[in-house]
């Protein structure tokens, strides 16, 4: 074994990636369950819905394709070609930060779950941008 390799430079990018959107997919479920323990977030959801204009079945269903964008992340960043991989996971990087960040709770499990979810991103935007041709 090559002693001068980094773990992540022993990983396939598409693993990688693929790997921290699974992270990313996972702690996204679990800041949405563990916020419906929260006294009154029903009412929460509701008086969000209002002040953006859409009701709580519209917002609903953005927080569902979010939550499904990250599922296809996994397996596209497993089976796309590398150039549309590597677009994908950068922008889709970014558009999943500001989801979460945007529609950001005040509780301190959100806040944790966020900069988790925050730093597994910004990897996988950074892997990406660094991903070069010849590279699995």
Known sequence: ???HTTPTQRLDTRVL???LWIVVMFNLLKADILS???PGAAEEVAKT???IGVTAPQLMLGAAVMGELAIVMIILSRVSKR???RWANIVMGI???AYIWGG???FP???FIAIVETICLALIVWFAWTWRKGEA
């Open 104 to 106: 950001a709770a005040a």
């Open 36 to 38: 419906l323990f929260i």
């Open 83 to 85: 150039g549309i991989s």
């Open 17 to 19: 990636l693929s790997t």
């Open 49 to 51: 819905a209002a002040q």
């Open 1 to 3: 074994m090559d002693t």
């Open 109 to 111: 499990h959100y806040t």
């Open 95 to 97: 558009v999943t930060m």
